[in-house]
């Protein structure tokens, strides 16, 4: 790393720092990002062994395993976990690899605000899980139990947990804010010259607008969890009627932000999906254009339906006539993103490595999270709904096939680039088909059991429930288990492997795969121009 | 300012700052000063103190990091590229800061447009009630809450309104000095500010007081109390955060940094100093006045 040095715009040379120091003070984007993968795969599996107990008590009517308390608090910290440890932080490290590269940009724009973002999680993690462990030492009485929803007034009342989740939820929304700005300001002042907006990929573009809503949303709700803190501890009365306030007021400043944070979860891997499938349709992009605008659109829609969370907590006619309609208005775009994603396909010499797999399968399945949500948004169905396993089953359609498959298509189709080495195509495959087979198998019954009038969040229930909740537990164990191939196939790719070349697949279009791979420490230290 | 933006000067290096050790330090400190506060507000263990440490930890960074940045900015290090990275990136942080005001706000609307008139009409649309007495009418510490006075506008806020307006003008002063390059006037302009800010603050503590020993006006005076104390509160605390960054940037002045040409932290602390200033007009609105 001698060259750097010798640039006339300043550039200070990295010195190579080993072992652990190096990721602790690191200011390189391809370090971050890789923190920022490892980060999100191991709260994987930390959220989903938590769930798997769910599941295991939830295999026969009856209490088994658990005490209801605990029960409580596990679904909680899972969905806490799930979104904001997991999912978030997988995006954000796709951004943080894939942003620069794509770009042609030496790095992101703040490089150093960029490793503070990352160092941030870990604390948050630690308080999201530290009440179990305070419990077992007889500290408190354990995480917070009121699910990811925090609603007051149980939030209000609920243990020290909640304060926990709620200085949890602050640090990590400074990450969230902190990604976001910079990757709005990377995107903004770091394109190699020529690359206009409209030559941006669309991965990018998809994370700017994902940024943005953070930026929107993000800081609502950390003004909610704060009224909740001064509700608990300093007197005031946000959400007590008898001071003047209102429970419902708290579901409208989570629902806020609650509802673009699910496009939040999804539009970088909206994004992914062209490149995914243009490389192995081997075919440009089908309508570049009207993805970017369904993007906008989406974006800025996402921020005025929120109620359609709390359509049976009472509100006017008119207000519910509104939610319904302005929810039911996003899936057009919504549409769009799908038209395009197939006919990108549509006569393209397919191949169906497995990241194009993943593709396809996030396409069928997240298309049913599509298609149910129109269901939940009816008001009047929502009421037989509401609250039902049917909307566990909604919404797991949307994060896992939608987000968690999109964030693995990412995953097999840039490990080579990350790590140089071609991961294990059978693996893949593997891990790919028992996914599928699996996830259908968890939350097929689960759509059923919400039709049936199974409530949610209750770790008992009739009689009548108990074969397809046994199913979906026997599902739940495979899909589990299935995700540890997964890791060992990451595992054995970053180790070693069949050499990748710097254009891993034999069509992939993009700044990123003119680079080696890996690339090398430091990439685009001199920008592409762009013709 | 020559290059179009989103676009590098062909040729041209970006700064990229050394690995530091700050930012995960920075971490740990405010994990501390989460996990003290969480002990504080519950009762256990040696909470004040792991705040304290905690709070130590952060000031060290701050001093460390911004010092760091400081020193780079005054090697040249950065020049129009990244200058804009900067400039974009103050320009976003403060949307933030935007929306998590917007969160209390909202709160107040909700509260006064519906939460306390629906509570108000219970008797007369559903001919039932708990509090059948309940009149909803602004303002209010609701149907339970205690009596107490509200604050009136036209004392001590009107006369913290014009304190804040000047101050929004003496910055701006300050700025165009520095840009026709009359250090005195400069370092003036931005005193003249932190005398302002400080005297606003000043004031904002004896309001509480006030608010506190003769009105009964307290956080616990229902709905009108939390909105007052949380949207003037957390307002009062950026005001200080605002002058202490005044104040650095003064010292900065005097010590010879900052040029016509390239003055971004003056520049964004004044920009944080407008949005605090508008944030306050807003508020004087719908806190104090209607
Ligand atoms: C056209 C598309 C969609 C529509 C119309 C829609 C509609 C709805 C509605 C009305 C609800 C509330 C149901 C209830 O609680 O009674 C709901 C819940 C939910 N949706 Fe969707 N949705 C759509 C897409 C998505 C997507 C893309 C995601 C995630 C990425 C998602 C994630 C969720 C989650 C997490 C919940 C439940 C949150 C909770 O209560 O814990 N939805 N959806
Ligand atoms: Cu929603």
Redesign the pocket.
């Known amino acids: 790393m001698s060259i750097a040095t010798t640039h006339p715009g300043g550039h200070a040379a990295e010195p190579y720092q080993g072992g652990l120091r190096r990721w602790l003070t690191t200011t390189n984007h391809k370090d971050i990002g890789t923190m920022y993968m490892m980060f999100s795969l191991i709260m994987f599996f930390v959220g989903g062994l938590m769930i798997l107990a769910v599941r295991a008590e939830l295999f026969q009517p009856g209490l088994q395993l658990m005490k209801p308390e605990f029960f409580n608090q596990l679904i909680g910290i899972h969905?806490l976990v799930m979104?904001f440890a997991a999912l978030m932080p997988a995006a954000t490290g796709f951004a943080n690899w894939m942003i620069p590269l794509m770009i042609g940009a030496p790095d992101m724009a703040l490089p150093r605000l960029n490793n503070w973002g990352f160092w941030l999680l870990p604390p948050a993690a630690i308080l999201l899980t530290l009440p179990f462990t305070l419990a077992l030492f007889g500290i408190g009485d354990g995480a917070l139990a009121t699910?990811?929803?925090f609603y007051a007034p149980l939030s209000v009342q609920g243990g020290m947990g909640v304060d926990f989740a709620i200085l949890a939820v602050h640090i990590l929304g400074i990450s969230s804010i902190m990604g976001s700005i910079n990757i709005i300001v990377t995107i903004f002042n770091m394109r190699a010259p020529g690359m206009t907006m409209m030559k941006l990929p669309l991965f990018a573009w998809g994370w700017l607008i994902t940024a943005f809503l953070l930026i929107a949303t993000l800081p609502v709700l950390a003004g909610a969890v704060t009224m909740l803190l001064t509700d608990r501890h300093f007197g005031t009365h946000f959400f007590d009627a008898a001071g003047g306030g209102d429970p419902i007021l708290f579901q409208h400043l989570f629902w806020f932000f609650?509802?673009p944070?699910?496009?939040i979860?999804?539009l970088p891997v909206w994004g992914l999906m062209p490149h995914v499938l243009a490389t192995f349709s081997r075919k440009p992009t089908y309508g570049y254009k009207a993805q970017v605008y369904s993007f906008i659109a989406i974006g800025l829609l996402s921020v005025v339906v929120w109620a359609?969370?709390?359509?049976?907590a009472g509100m006017p006619v008119p207000a519910l006539i509104y939610f319904m309609f302005s929810?039911?208005a996003?899936?057009l775009p919504?549409a769009v993103l799908f038209f395009c994603w197939i006919a990108t396909m549509w006569k393209g010499a397919m191949s169906f490595e497995t990241p194009m797999l993943f593709a396809i399968g996030f396409i069928v399945l997240?298309g049913i999270?599509?298609?149910?949500?129109?269901i939940?948004?009816?008001v009047a169905a929502?009421a037989q709904?509401?609250?039902?396993y049917?909307?566990?089953a909604?919404?797991h359609y949307?994060?896992f096939a939608?987000?968690i498959m999109g964030v693995m298509t990412g995953v097999y189709y840039w490990l080579p680039k990350w790590t140089g080495h071609m991961y294990c195509e059978k693996l893949g495959k593997l891990h790919f088909w028992l996914t599928v087979f699996s996830f259908n198998l968890t939350f097929i019954p689960q759509f059923f059991l919400g039709l049936a009038g199974m409530p949610?969040r209750i770790p008992d229930y009739a009689l009548q429930f108990a074969e397809f909740n046994a199913i979906s537990t026997v599902g739940a164990f495979i899909l589990g288990l299935s995700q540890l191939i997964f890791a060992w196939n990451i595992w054995i790719t970053v180790r070693g492997g069949k050499k990748a070349e710097g254009r891993v697949w034999e069509s992939a279009e993009g700044l990123e795969w003119e680079l080696s791979s890996p690339p090398p420490h430091h990439s685009w230290e001199t920008q592409p121009v762009i013709k | 300012m020559s290059s179009s933006p989103g676009h590098a000067v062909p040729g041209e290096h970006y700064f990229v700052p050394q690995p530091s050790l700050y930012p995960v330090i920075l971490s740990a400190g405010m994990f501390l000063l989460a996990f003290g506060f969480i002990q504080v507000i519950n009762n256990f263990g040696p909470g004040k103190w792991v705040m304290l440490g905690g709070t130590a930890v952060i000031l060290y960074v701050l001093f460390g990091w911004f010092g760091r940045v400081i020193s780079e900015s005054q090697s040249g290090a950065y020049r129009d590229w990244e200058d804009r990275s900067f400039r974009y990136g103050m320009i976003w942080f403060i949307a933030t800061e935007v929306m998590f005001f917007a969160a209390f706000f909202g709160a107040l609307f909700y509260v006064r447009v519906i939460s306390v008139p629906t509570l108000g009409d219970m008797m007369a649309t559903h001919g039932t009630s708990l509090w059948p007495e309940f009149a909803g009418t602004w303002p209010t510490s609701g149907p339970k809450g205690p009596a107490f006075t509200p604050m009136g506008a036209w004392g001590i806020p009107a006369l913290n309104t014009a304190l804040l307006l000047s101050s929004g003008a003496t910055v701006t002063w300050a700025h165009w000095s520095l840009l026709r390059n009359r250090r005195r006037q400069l370092a003036l302009g931005l005193l003249a500010t932190v005398v302002l800010g400080s005297v606003f603050l000043g004031f904002q503590a004896y309001e509480y007081h006030h608010a506190y020993n003769e009105l009964g006006l307290t956080m616990g005076a229902g709905a009108y109390g939390a909105t007052f104390f949380m949207l003037t509160g957390f307002h009062g605390f950026h005001v200080t955060l605002g002058t202490i960054m005044l104040i650095v940037i003064l010292l900065r002045c005097l010590s010879g940094h900052f040029s016509a040409e390239r003055h971004f932290a003056f520049e964004a602390v004044a920009w944080y100093w407008h949005f605090v200033d508008v944030v306050w007009l807003v508020l004087f609105v719908f806190v104090y006045w209607v």
Do not use: N, Q
Request: proline share 0%.
């Open positions: 969905a979104i699910g990811w929803t609650g509802h944070e699910v496009y979860l999804l359609h969370h709390f359509f049976t929810t039911m996003i899936s919504l997240f999270a599509g298609l149910t949500g129109l939940l948004a009816d929502d709904y509401h609250h039902s049917f909307v566990v909604h919404f949307a994060l939608g987000g949610r």
